[in-house]
């Protein structure tokens, strides 16, 4: 969610996005995805585009792991 609204607040697009973390559009969707999660090489890039520390966002990545196991679980 964070990524999409950097992106609306941007208006970028997918393909300007990823290039800007120098991945391709799709490992960019799939980590936009409800169910996607940045992997650990991308959390410094991502980090640095959305201007926040890479802290932040490994909490928010462990808060959507957890809501997905809660989902799986109920």
Known sequence: LLI?????????????????????????????D?????????????ADVLGTTESQLQQLVLENELAQIQQRNS
């Open 4 to 32: 999409l609204e950097y992106m609306r607040s941007h208006q970028l697009t997918f393909a300007q996005m990823a290039v800007r973390l120098s991945i391709s559009r799709a490992a960019l969707r799939i980590t936009c």
């Open 34 to 46: 409800k169910n996607g999660n940045p992997g650990t090489k991308l959390l410094p890039r991502l």
